[in-house]
Structure formats: C-alpha cells, structure tokens
C-alpha cells in the first residue's frame, strides 16, 4: 500500500482575461502537462514557458513539482498568465513560506485587466462611426 505522503496533491485555480486554468501539483520531476500536451508542445514562445515556469523560480522549485494543467479560454497569452497563477497559488497551498516570495513578485494577485464592454452606437467599444458633415 502507497503511503499517503507521496500522493499528495496541491491544486490551485487560475484566471487572466477570458482564461480559466485548474492546475494539480505533485512532488515529481517538474514535469508540465497542459491539456495532455507537454509545455514545449503547447507553448511555442520561449517567453510565453517563462511564464508559465516563474513561480518555480521565484520559490526555487524547479524540478520538484509535476504539473498538470486544464486550461480552457482566451489566446496563449492569457492561457499563460492564467497557469502562472495556479500554479503560484498551488505552491502557497503547498508552502505557506513561499507566500512572502510569491506575493513580493504580484504572482498571487488576480490581472484585473479585461476587455471594455461595447456602448450602444459605437462600432467598439470606444470605435465611433466616421464623421460626415453631410
């Protein structure tokens, strides 16, 4: 029988823009999967892998978590940003010491940033038809 140490998970909930990420933790090998794709397989931007990998590094944890992500919304960048945020949350779930780093560097915090509504009589949301005078 596996002792119960070793299957722990940590599980954390990320959100940026339109995009919802559900990341789990478990100890391992720093192994990232997202949405059964590796993080080079679904993340073709080098700096878009930074990202998703800077709670790792701020925590100096690289290498110590499995990561295994469901992500469902927006474009890459924002699918990014979400995953950063589960996983900065999943690692404060698994450390309460790594809340002080994490916090220091905004990893905890929600991007409040989302797109304008669209007004009435406008194309966009700030877009106004083209002016004639006649």
């Known amino acids: 029988m596996a002792k119960k140490s070793e299957n722990i ?3 954390g909930t990320g959100r940026r823009k339109e995009s919802i990420a559900r990341v789990r933790l478990t100890a391992g090998k720093g192994e990232i ?3 059964g794709k590796s993080l080079d397989e ?7 892998k930074v990202i998703v990998n800077q709670p790792f590094a701020v925590t100096n944890t690289v290498g110590k978590y499995d990561a295994v992500v469901k992500v469902i919304g ?7 940003g979400a995953i950063r945020h589960g996983i900065a949350r999943a ?6 010491e790594f809340r002080a780093p994490l916090k220091a560097n905004g990893l905890l915090t929600r991007d409040p940033r989302m797109k304008e ?5 406008l194309k966009k949301s ?6 004639s005078k006649r």
């Open 9 to 11: 998970v940590f599980q």
């Open 33 to 35: 999967t997202i949405n």
């Open 42 to 48: 679904y993340f073709g931007s080098e700096i878009l």
């Open 74 to 80: 927006g474009g890459y960048t924002g699918q990014a």
């Open 91 to 96: 690692l404060n779930e698994a450390n309460t």
């Open 117 to 121: 509504r669209k007004k009435y009589g």
């Open 126 to 131: 700030r877009k106004a038809p083209q002016f």
